[in-house]
């Protein structure tokens, strides 16, 4: 799905009003849109407190208000201006909230204010994505109450297209101080996904992105996309009837040394919850009977013979992961140096990666593509000097341009790209990723969907999209972050893979959605 500047998507929203769509419609659907999400991601969430703005994006919160209040949530609406400084949306919205409930709290805002506990959401309508400039007056205080409240009191904040505040800034120039903008936990993109929630730099206050389709028709490509589960659902194919085990692929799981078991067991479980047909682990000789004892009992474990020969299981390979655990000395490269001759697809992560920092040549040498997944601190080794978080995107078409590789540069926004391809970039996962082993489990999705048959930037950008959706699956089922587990992410991936197939019948747009109003 295209990311747009800000200019696009109200250039997108006056295209619509001249055919005919009127802004009230509009309105109409993106709150019954969000409100779907809103009730998916926090199906336990009893009371809402929604803090409403006098433009339009107020008026999209009272939507959202009303549809909570009619699924039996208990609602609380504060304004944050008198209400006869409502825009003319805004107004029509707050009768419309009215009429059904008339008993629904309509507060106006006050420093005193009874946030949420835990199993709160407060819902951000307060500034829409044409507020220009620094917060200020109540808006500011508004922000830093709710920031210093979310901090302490631990209710979720989502925020309604663009978390307020934020539209001030850029990716070369994000906020110094924590209350120049809403901190967010979810933020409900309308229509499109704006440049500004698409910055590393600036997703400390955008959170997890969710992205309401603006249209089913298909729009021109421009350089720069989000993943989304509608548009992934299709590249993972049903299976025939007729099948075979190997018709899955042969994925083998090159990692792990003595001291770094874990690392090649976590890949294999990941590959085999996301389908490879048959999985091998090839580790260090002195490290094998320890991963054997460890691995699920469907992988086959053996140790990469001494006298330096390629195993015929590495030869015989449909795809191969390479790296985790597997330590850099002279033995990995010779290693790295064989699993290139193959000719399958290789995928390259962590100690691979910090070998081939040293040796570049190798890619010369890789006789199949070739895909890397290196987080930040790898990057750096890989091109030799350290960068900014506003360089992501140079460093990784420069590098991808020179050695013509796929490439999952990890971070809050993972970027994925591949010579003459678009940057795509993640919207799944959450904070509870951010634990030793994740890289792993991500390496063993991809590696199974290589060993599957799907094209590298393929198997890329659908396995770092159920990677986070299976982080997201287990935080919705737990209520915390803290103590998220790879082992949790394998088991969940069965679930991710049935949610990203039901997103593909649920992406009509907010242009078709209008037409189904009266």
Known sequence: MDILSIKEMVAREEEAFRSGVTAAKLMEAAGEAMT???????PHARKILVLVGKGNNGGDGLVVARHLASSGRLVQVILTAPENQLGELPRMQMDSLRRPFPNLEILPWRDDLDFPGSDGVVI???LGIQAHGALRGTIAEVVAKLNAARAERFFRTVALDLPSGLAAYEKDRPPQDRDAAVVADVTLAVGFAKEALC???????VGRLEVIPWSQAKFQSVPQQVLVGHELARLLP???ALSHKRDFGRLVIVAGNLGFTGAPILCAQAAQAMGAGLISVVTRDDAAAIVAAQAPPEAMVSGWPKNGKTPEVVSQASA???????SVDAQTTDILRAVLAVGCPVLIDADGLNALAKNLE???????PVLLTPHPGEMSRLIGRKFAVDERESVAREFVDKHNVTLVLKGTRTLITALGQPFFINTTGNPGLSTGGSGDTLSGIVGALLAQGLSPLDAA?????LHGHAADLVLAERGCEEGLTPTMLSAHLGAALVSLRAQAV???GLLERVKTFR
């Open 36 to 42: 779907h999400r809103i009730t998916a991601i926090y």
């Open 124 to 126: 951000d309508a307060l």
């Open 199 to 205: 910055h590393e730099a600036l997703s400390a206050w």
């Open 238 to 240: 049903r299976r025939n």
């Open 320 to 326: 191969i992961v390479i790296g985790p655990g597997l």
């Open 362 to 368: 190798l890619l010369r040498e890789a006789k199949g």
């Open 461 to 465: 950008r659908l396995g770092v999209w």
């Open 506 to 508: 649920e992406s009509i």
